[in-house]
């Protein structure tokens, strides 16, 4: 039995995972449907969806999530447009202000650097002087509150290793005695009894 059970060990459960699971009285479940596999093998990967348009909408299916096959680039948003989400929405805790504790606790978890100008390809570089040629600010940290221009983009990766949830926050909490980490675990339905979740049931029965 458990007290929580996640479902999807992704970008989100992976971090909930961790953090609920340093309760060590707490029970904890993560379930996802995918491999543990540190190598991004592709659509073997991918949940292979597409839009209304038939464009493809890459979803990660690895312990990791998204963050195990996306383009590792760790960008924050803009202050203007959380702001502006918070007055257009009516909706607490999002300004720009409201969030810089939640930038601070990624920022102590998650490693990120600017690559160097010696790394970028020779597209790159043809890419940022001709923006530069054409009005645009060169910018050094994307990451910079007044920051809107041409540069390189910033990386979640250390060392040549992307920064996957399974990196930054499974690696150390999978130790813990309270928490399973189960994966090929496709979930087909959450159980409620009495308006509130009580379980899941597996696609595989």
């Not at 989100?12 to 707490?26: C, F, H, Q």
């Not at 009516?90 to 969030?99: I, P, Q, T």
């Not at 009005?135 to 007044?146: F, I, L, M, S, T």
């Not at 909490?173 to 994966?183: I, P, S």
Request: overall charge neutral; aromatic content about 4%.
């Amino acid at each position: 039995m458990y007290d929580v059970i996640i479902v999807g060990g992704g970008s989100a459960g992976g971090v909930l995972a961790a953090r609920l699971s340093e309760d060590p009285d707490r029970r904890v479940l993560l379930l996802e449907a995918g491999p543990d596999d540190p190598v991004f093998r592709g659509p073997a990967h991918l949940w292979g969806y597409t839009g209304e348009d038939g464009r493809p909408l890459p979803r990660g299916r690895i312990l990791g999530g998204c963050s195990a096959v996306n383009a590792a680039i760790a960008l924050h948003g803009r202050p203007a447009d959380h702001d502006a989400w918070a007055e257009r929405w009516a909706v607490r805790g999002w300004s720009h202000a409201d969030l810089a504790p939640a930038r601070r606790a990624v920022a102590e978890t998650v490693p990120v650097r600017r690559p160097e100008p010696r790394e970028l390809s020779g597209l790159s570089r043809a890419f940022l002087e001709t923006a530069v040629t054409l009005g645009h600010k060169p910018v050094e940290d994307h990451n910079a509150p007044d920051a809107l221009g041409a540069g390189p983009v910033p990386l979640n990766e250390a060392g040549g290793v992307r920064q996957s949830t399974v990196v930054t926050h499974l690696a150390a909490a999978r130790g813990r005695a309270n928490l399973t980490v189960l994966t090929g675990a496709a979930v087909d339905r959450v159980l409620v009894s009495g308006g509130r979740a009580r379980g899941v049931r597996l696609a595989d029965g």
